[in-house]
């Protein structure tokens, strides 16, 4: 078994205090015989002698063995093999964790909409719907033009353009000649003045194309060369109706648009 030897450990040589020179040497190491002289004790003599008292063992001696061996300078094999880990974690472990978040990341993720520079048309604006105008002799209805102005004038119906540059009227007759007689009353009704009509025809009217006979040529109508458009219209039976309007020259295609869609309109109830 180990341990030191007995007495309590490695304690100074015998007759000593500590580990002196050899005996019979002066008081220091020097040069060994035949030595050259640099090699000596520094100047004074005496050499590196040992401190007072001598190098004494600790006490109670160096007991239980031997002193373990100075540690090296650098890291440990711990420490390396901690860093290899590490290394080994962020280029391999640690990249497939990231492959792996990247795949499947834990919350949803925002997906942006493609910016389209092509704005989106603008919506088209409804068209207004007329009011069905009804007659009983005869038995028949059509749509006043829309956002025109509606105004009962005797037996007639008269509507005027939101601008008053068009003029649409109807009436109803049963006796031949009569519509003879309702065209020259139109003119006051309707706010004309001279007419000249230059030209007439047949034709047919409304839904379901009733015939009729149309004239047309110009007025005086908030001034000189407005259009004028009559038809006497049969939809059956003895009682007839009288279709006209007047576009003054102010007006636009917009204004016969709006009569003509009335007029087309013309059905029986």
Same mark, same amino acid.
């Given at each position: 078994?180990g341990?030191?030897?007995?007495?309590?450990?490695y304690?100074?040589?015998?007759?000593g205090?500590?580990?002196?020179?050899?005996?019979?040497?002066?008081?220091?190491?020097?040069?060994?015989?035949?030595?050259p002289?640099?090699?000596g004790?520094?100047?004074?003599?005496?050499?590196y002698g040992?401190?007072?008292?001598g190098?004494?063992?600790?006490?109670?001696?160096?007991?239980?063995?031997?002193m373990?061996?100075?540690?090296?300078d650098?890291?440990?094999?711990?420490i390396?093999?901690?860093?290899?880990?590490? $290394?080994l974690?962020?280029?391999?472990? /640690?990249?497939c964790?990231?492959?792996?978040?990247?795949?499947?990341?834990?919350?949803p993720?925002?997906?942006?909409?493609?910016?389209?520079?092509?704005?989106?048309?603008?919506?088209?604006?409804?068209?207004?719907?007329?009011?069905?105008?009804?007659?009983?002799?005869?038995?028949?209805?059509?749509?006043?033009?829309?956002?025109w102005?509606?105004?009962i004038?005797?037996?007639?119906?008269?509507?005027?353009s939101?601008?008053?540059? +068009?003029?649409?009227?109807?009436?109803?007759?049963?006796?031949?000649? @009569?519509?003879?007689?309702?065209?020259?009353?139109?003119?006051? $009704?309707?706010?004309?003045g001279?007419?000249?009509?230059? /030209?007439? /025809? $047949?034709?047919?009217?409304?839904?379901?194309?009733f015939?009729?006979?149309?004239?047309?040529? @110009?007025?005086?109508?908030?001034?000189?060369n407005?259009?004028?458009?009559?038809?006497?219209?049969?939809?059956?039976?003895?009682d007839?109706i009288?279709l006209?309007y007047?576009?003054?020259? +102010?007006?636009? @295609?917009?204004?016969?648009?709006?009569?003509?869609?009335?007029?087309?309109?013309?059905?029986?109830?």
């Amino acid at each position: 078994m180990g341990g030191g030897p007995p007495g309590g450990g490695y304690g100074p040589p015998p007759g000593g205090g500590g580990y002196g020179p050899p005996p019979g040497a002066p008081g220091g190491y020097g040069p060994p015989p035949g030595a050259p002289r640099g090699s000596g004790p520094p100047p004074g003599g005496g050499g590196y002698g040992p401190p007072p008292g001598g190098y004494g063992g600790p006490p109670g001696g160096f007991g239980g063995g031997p002193m373990p061996p100075k540690k090296k300078d650098g890291p440990s094999i711990a420490i390396i093999a901690l860093i290899g880990l590490v $290394v080994l974690g962020v280029c391999g472990l /640690g990249g497939c964790m990231l492959c792996i978040y990247v795949a499947k990341p834990d919350k949803p993720v925002a997906t942006v909409p493609a910016y389209d520079p092509t704005p989106a048309p603008a919506p088209v604006p409804a068209v207004p719907e007329g009011t069905w105008i009804t007659a009983d002799q005869p038995y028949v209805k059509f749509l006043s033009p829309p956002g025109w102005t509606k105004n009962i004038k005797g037996d007639w119906g008269v509507f005027t353009s939101p601008d008053t540059q +068009a003029v649409f009227a109807f009436t109803t007759f049963n006796r031949p000649g @009569q519509s003879t007689v309702k065209l020259g009353a139109a003119a006051n $009704v309707m706010g004309l003045g001279e007419v000249a009509w230059t /030209g007439s /025809g $047949v034709t047919s009217v409304g839904k379901e194309g009733f015939a009729a006979r149309y004239g047309e040529g @110009q007025c005086n109508f908030h001034g000189p060369n407005g259009y004028i458009w009559y038809a006497t219209v049969d939809p059956g039976g003895a009682d007839q109706i009288l279709l006209i309007y007047t576009v003054s020259t +102010a007006g636009n @295609q917009t204004h016969k648009d709006a009569v003509l869609a009335a007029i087309k309109s013309l059905q029986r109830r």
